[in-house]
């Protein structure tokens, strides 16, 4: 799984006009499901992402958790982030398909939620319109290959 994962100020998804679902302060995770992923690539991505240190302490150092800080997650699913871009159209073969990465994308919500986080989420597999203010800024890219 792939995660960029985004300290914003605000957040929000829009669908037809319409928001569907909106933060402040916290984190934007736009979340990508490789065809090989698994449950357990799931939980562990949501534990990474529910223990970043990346707000600021009392001495301006990145050393505070989501949950300490009171951030709450907008979790938006992304298979682009497994494009093949070794050509100028980017193919999408490594990303799961909906069978299987949306049932993933819904564990890694579900995690973060056990886990005492409120997440928004998307709409799967929706045309989203995704807005954010972003804090920092702070991007941090997550990637199950390199912790896993």
Same mark, same amino acid.
């Given at each position: 799984m792939r995660a960029v994962v985004m300290r914003v100020l605000s957040a929000s998804v829009t669908i037809d006009g319409e928001k569907v679902s909106s933060i402040e302060n916290?984190?934007?995770?736009?979340l990508g499901v490789h065809k090989d992923d698994t449950q357990k690539h799931a939980i562990k991505i949501a534990d990474k992402i529910c223990g970043? @240190?990346?707000f600021e302490d009392e001495n301006g150092k990145m050393n505070i958790n989501p949950k300490d800080a009171g951030a709450k997650l907008l979790i938006v699913s992304q298979f682009t982030?497994?494009?093949d871009c070794s050509s100028r159209r980017p193919g999408f073969t490594d990303a799961a398909r909906p069978e299987i990465s949306m049932p993933l994308y819904e564990l890694v919500v579900s995690e973060c939620r056990? @886990?005492?986080f409120e997440v928004?989420?998307?709409v799967f597999g929706a045309?989203?319109?995704v807005e954010s203010v972003n804090d920092g800024p702070v991007t941090i890219l997550?990637?199950?290959?390199?912790f896993m």
């Open positions: 916290g984190f934007l995770v736009l970043l @240190r990346i982030l497994f494009a056990n @886990r005492g928004g989420t998307g045309d989203m319109k997550l990637d199950t290959d390199d």
